[in-house]
């Protein structure tokens, strides 16, 4: 029942995460350090060479379903440790309030579910919950705190894109949209907007679709950045897919800018922008995404690849990755091409046309970017 | 303008916060394991013996003055890892919320301040902070998460209790009753039922104190609980001093029993428990504190030692601790004695009473107790 106003429902971003406020990167003798600006903190440690590095994120629910919501919020702080290459996790704590307007029984059957669904999506990614507090609010407030020591080569530090590379991503943009037009389907003047261009049920199969993408690890991403030698990557949240390719485009050590060709979106989601006037600024890449994908530099002769394993990946469960632009040489710097290519990513649900396989859903081959 | 409605505005405890819900003690192969149950969690990592502790607490501003507020947050976050006997701590995470009932000036004026004094608070620790997040909420919340890996040595498991040791703590209790009378100053109904036992001035005076021992860091403490050979030890929050004493009796190894004798509380803060009718439980241990002392089994012969080096400390600018009770036998309980001995402690701002030493100013000696 408790949601904060706005239709920025679907951003799960705080007010100075993960912006360059006091971030910066800076080597010092003991090993590598990253401050605020990117997803982790990296922590250089007094015990032979070991790093501490980790991560926090919390938020609001944005989705009805608790045990659902509990996964998404594991996922999405997980999602910090994943864009540095780190597959493991030492421990998690969990951060939560109860609503003060909730009764007694709406406690009882909300929290354990959440906590549950944080607590499984843990289990999944082989580290557990143990910490945490839980206060009374106005709001329902769900997140967590991801730490883990490390050895050097067990992270892979945001900084070495080359001009050459490719960017993939690793889940389709559009959560924010379809949580919103999941709420429009009971907001009459708000769905008058946007149903000539889509159907209720289309609707409710966006908003799952999103909710399981939202809920998705990013480990698979992770380890098989290690195999085809990533150069760079972040996740990407609530500062939408551009926001968070200039964030990473910053952080370069190398001259470089990022190019974004093609969009990944979830299905019919670009439709609802458009008929709502652009909203979210979706096709700019401004729309906040919460526990979306990863957005990583690889070796172009690596991307193909990359794709190919994570749909193949029995722990990926099939998930696709994308490429979807280029680095150029460049001012630290991203942009969006003038007319990207939406790439309409069709609802699990609807497995014949995911089996069939689009033109639309097909990984473009490098050579298109290009 | 934010704060949480209630008389408790004083506790900055968290439900299910320190719980044994979750918590217990086991052990396994690889080292000690800390659940929830204590104050800090303890993981074995995979790295030749060395473990992760860490705690996190959040909480709602109880005091008007945004910068002692930061550095009572970050006190009282560090505190679960001074109740371990670690003196380290390897990286902070801030965990803030901004109002959105505040107004642009009002934000820019009370943040920097609260994240300065949190800042501030970490540099005296010898830490610092490198990562959290801020969202904007209803109310105003400020906390963090203190991280740090230890070698087996760092760290006292708090279970190790035997008859025979006395119970030492090192702040004064009343923290929750100053910061409440402090209130009722604009309250007249509340006001008039205490003001036949207190000025004016001295509830302001007590109010600074209780903001100065809850930005006080327990660090000196944690060094000399090694020097000491302390047995095991907590801090005194959010459940008081009996509901912590129980707890740390749950968790020990022996069979034994804490009973309190003394209960060392500010100045003039019993009285006003009483003339408001027992109000928060105060003399019965039951008043929540914020940031409170460390309460330490210490064998017999130390505890006295323990108290004068508190007091002499460079470090610690001359805190005092108290022996405030035994361990014997028992069933993993904790009680207070009927009559308890209330010690009052003066306001430091009385410079004069504190260096004349009232004989309810002095530690009690051991032999009292028994």
Redo the contacts between chains.
Sequence with gaps: PDR?PGEDGGSGT????ETAE?GQLVSVAQGPRL??GMD??V?P????G?S?V???????PLVEDPYMMGRIACANVLSDLYAMGITEC??M?M??S?SQKMNEKERDQVMPLMMKGFRDAAEEAGTSV??????????I?V?G?A?V?C?PNDFIMPDSAIPGDVLVLTKPLGTQVAVNAHQWLDIPEKWNKIKLVISREEVEQAYQEAMLNMATLNRTAAALMHKFNAHAATDVTGFGIIGHARNLAQQQKNNVAFVIHNLPIISKMAAISKAGGNLFGLLQGTSSETSGGLLICLPREQAARFCAEMKSSRAGDGQQAWIIGIVEKGNRCARIIDKPRIIEVPYRGSVVSAQEGSNNNASPPEVQLT
């Design positions: 904060p705080g007010v100075g995460d006091f401050g605020i982790s903190c922590i440690l007094r015990h032979g070991l501490l980790q991560t926090t994120d919390f938020f609001y030492d421990n704590l951060l939560l109860i143990t910490g945490g507090q839980t206060v009374i609010n106005p709001w407030i997140g705190v730490s020591v050895q």
